[in-house]
């Protein structure tokens, strides 16, 4: 099978590759990312000598027309994904999160090849604390930032893809997403490298926000499930059961690095901040058997302090740039 990866050099992307190249060795891989500053070509370092990474933009319309036309097979991970810089500039979620989904539709209907949307519960807007009530793939889309509104664009327009033109697509909305390679802007890997810093960890707000936390490992088994055995034009739901609200995650992590589970500041909070996420997964669990295997949050947890202690190099450049564009905008 020929398999066309966009954002292959990104977060989950690359955890995707790396996770492909491992399990199945049948399967060509060639990722198309354009490298922004989200994106490391190191991140494939491992996997280079089975990958073929092709530095390219998914709105270049010849390029993904003959990357599409060449592969069986794209699932599409390419995306401007991080919330609080949507808010500081939305175009760049526009033009990549639609724009870009667009151009890969095109040719995927041109071309009769399949297609796996990955995208993010972030569509759905927000729960409040005690609300007992979870996610579904019925649930109604009410996004809040310019990220989540061009992510349900994207949904969208597959779903009319598949209705309007029968392309074969599958797509999967995953809750929040911990593990090696996150760009270290997010919230796991920032309090981590911070803390191996010496810096202490800051809380937006209370700390009372709510995500369901998975491990990326498990995103991505769960995502080639669909693939595997997923009804075409059908939407799943992934998550894992792991809500967990930011205050606890900051002190079970203060705890692994063996600090005071109370020696932390606050920042004041963002706009339009969602309270919480929370994934029903069943039924992606009963008609595909599909399990985490990340059941325990906080050994998921060590294994990423691990993995960012023994990848300084990997972060260490991110890292520099990041907090030098956070200081110059007084954050
Ligand atoms: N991180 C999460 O917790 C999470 C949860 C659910 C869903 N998702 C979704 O998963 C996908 C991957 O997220 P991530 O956290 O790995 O993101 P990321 O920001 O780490 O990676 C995105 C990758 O896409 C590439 N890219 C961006 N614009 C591009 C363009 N125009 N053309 C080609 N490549 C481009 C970047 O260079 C980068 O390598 C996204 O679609 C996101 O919405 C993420």
Known sequence: MRLLVTGGAGF????????TVRERPDVEVTVIDALTYAGDRTSLAPVADRVTLVEGDITDGELVDRLVGESDLVVHFAAESHND???SNP???VQTNLIGTYTLLEAVRKHGVRYHHISTDEVYGDLELDDPAKFTAETPYNP?????????????????????????????????????YQHIEKFIPRQITNLVDGVKPRLY?????????IHVEDHNSAVWAIIDQGRSGETYLIGADGEKNNLEVVQTLLEIFGFDKDDFDHVKDRPGHDMRYAIDSSKLRTELGWEPRYT???????????????????????KAATEAKYAAAGH
Request: glycine residues 8%; positive net charge.
């Open 296 to 318: 325990d949050f906080r050994s998921g947890l060590e294994a990423t302090v691990e993995w960012y202690k023994a990848n300084e190099a990997w972060w260490r450049p991110a």
């Open 12 to 19: 989950i992307g690359s955890n995707f590759v790396h996770q």
């Open 91 to 93: 175009w760049p979620f």
């Open 144 to 180: 809040s930032s310019p990220y989540s509104s061009t992510k349900a664009g994207s949904d969208l327009l597959v779903r009319a893809w598949a209705r309007s033109f029968g392309i074969q697509a599958t797509i999967s909305n995953c809750s929040n997403n911990y593990g090696p």
């Open 85 to 87: 810089n949507s808010l």
């Open 205 to 213: 707000g209370k700390g009372e926000n709510v995500r369901d936390w």
